[in-house]
């Protein structure tokens, strides 16, 4: 769900693996920040597209789950 949502910021992290982001986690506590993948439902989902990758590695031990690797574009259970 999150690759096709327009509240996920997809980061990317100095391992090369994106991380996608919840922007409702910024106002609303019932969101992870970064939801463990694939979500199968999510009552926060919008359609649209994610924020681009941003340019700089995040500490990705201070967000454990949300992980996917670069190559992780269509996988059928996330859409």
Avoid: F, K, N
């Amino acid at each position: 769900m999150c690759l096709h949502c327009r509240h996920a910021r997809v980061v990317r992290a100095r391992t090369d693996q994106d991380y996608y982001r919840c922007g409702r986690s910024d106002d609303d506590g019932r969101y992870s920040r970064y939801p463990r993948l694939p979500m199968l439902s999510c009552d926060g989902y919008e359609p649209g597209e994610p924020d681009h990758p941003t340019d700089g590695p995040i500490d990705v031990d201070r967000y454990p789950g949300g992980v996917v690797s670069s190559t992780h574009e269509t996988h059928e259970s996330c859409a």
